[in-house]
Each structure stands twice: as C-alpha cells, then as structure tokens.
C-alpha cells in the first residue's frame, strides 16, 4: 500500500510539472496576459494620437484656416499690408535671485557646525 501511495505521488507530480513549469504553463500565461495588457495601453496611446493627427489632417485638407495659423505661428508669415508688432516680456535678471539663495542656504550649512 505504501508503494501504491508513493507511485500516485510521483505520478501526480509528473502530471503537474508541465502545467506549472512547461512550455504552456500557467507562469507562461501570466506574463503573456501582463505584456498584453501593457501593449493594450501603448496601443491606446497610439490611437489617441492617430486621431488628433487624422483630425488635424483632415482640418488641413478642408480649409484655409489652419494653414494659416500655421504659416503664422510656425513660420512667422503675415499678410501683405498687414502690420506685426512683437511685444517683448521684461525678464528679471538672474543675479539678483541668486544671492537671496546662497543666503538662505549659508545658515543652514554654519547651524549644522558644531
């Protein structure tokens, strides 16, 4: 009997060998569901930026508009007889920022000095 028992272990153990290590195992099929998923998402992406892309073409295609607000913002093209005026910001220059910076970071560095 004891024999017998032994014998049904090692076989069950055979019988289950592949269906957790083999080629079509179920570690297998976990991974391939987890690359599928991932690819899922990529592929969402990717239609998303299909479709503003096939809708910018297709806005290209039908009407004057948007070749215009491209010339416009990408080229830098105007009408003729029509007047640009560039309008430039003021920037702060960066030496003054600078020293309020070494500033607060000068005590903390001597306050950790014994």
Do not use: C, H
Not at 1 to 13: D, E, G, K, P, S
Not at 45 to 58: T, Y
């Amino acid at each position: 009997m004891r024999w017998l028992t032994l014998i049904f272990v090692v076989l069950i153990a055979a019988l289950q060998y592949p269906l957790w290590l083999g080629k079509g195992s179920w570690l297998r099929v976990w991974e391939v569901d987890r690359e599928s998923t991932q690819q899922k998402e990529v592929n969402l992406k990717l239609r998303a930026r299909n479709a503003s892309l096939d809708a910018e073409v297709r806005d290209l295609k039908q009407g004057y508009d948007a070749i215009e607000e491209r010339a416009r913002s990408e080229l830098g093209m105007i009408k003729r007889d029509e007047i640009f005026f560039q309008v430039l910001e003021e920037s702060k220059p960066a030496a003054r920022a600078q020293p309020e910076v070494e500033k607060k970071a000068s005590p903390q560095v001597e306050s950790a000095k014994p």
